[in-house]
Nanobody, 123 residues
Framework: VQLQASGGGLVQPGGSLRLSCTASGVSFSYYGMGWFRQVPGKEREFVATISWPGMKTAYADSVKGRFTISRDNTRNTVYLQATSLQPEDTAVYYC?????????????????WGQGTEVTVSS
């Protein structure tokens, strides 16, 4: 079971990144997916979630209107398009699979996690 996240990096304030997360060895179909983020010393926080097959999405208030979650079910991949990035978006971003088809906001509803990809927003 593997969720491989990628796409992180260093970006200037106001910039954009697209994070990707590809599932292998684990079923992607019929499960909701989510993105979380964590700053060292702080708890991991919810960022966005998407249902199966992708009609429903939900976002944390802090990223609403700036981030977009999507999925390509033919590629077993979920994306997080992050725009208008700010220094407070700096974190390690994790993708995860929930057993709930509609997606979920609670970390406890996720049972498979990727390794994380680091995003640094700095000038």
């Amino acid at each position: 079971v593997q969720l491989q996240a990628s796409g992180g990096g260093l970006v200037q304030p106001g910039g954009s990144l697209r994070l990707s997360c590809t599932a292998s060895g684990v079923s992607f179909s019929y499960y909701g997916m989510g993105w979380f983020r964590q700053v060292p010393g702080k708890e991991r926080e919810f960022v966005a979630t998407i249902s199966w097959p992708g009609m429903k999405t939900a976002y944390a208030d802090s990223v609403k209107g700036r981030f977009t979650i999507s999925r390509d079910n033919t590629r077993n991949t979920v994306y997080l398009q992050a725009t208008s990035l700010q220094p407070e978006d700096t974190a390690v971003y994790y993708c995860a699979r929930t057993h709930l088809q509609g997606g979920a906001r609670s970390e406890s509803d996720y049972h498979y996690w990727g390794q994380g990809t680091e995003v640094t927003v700095s000038s």
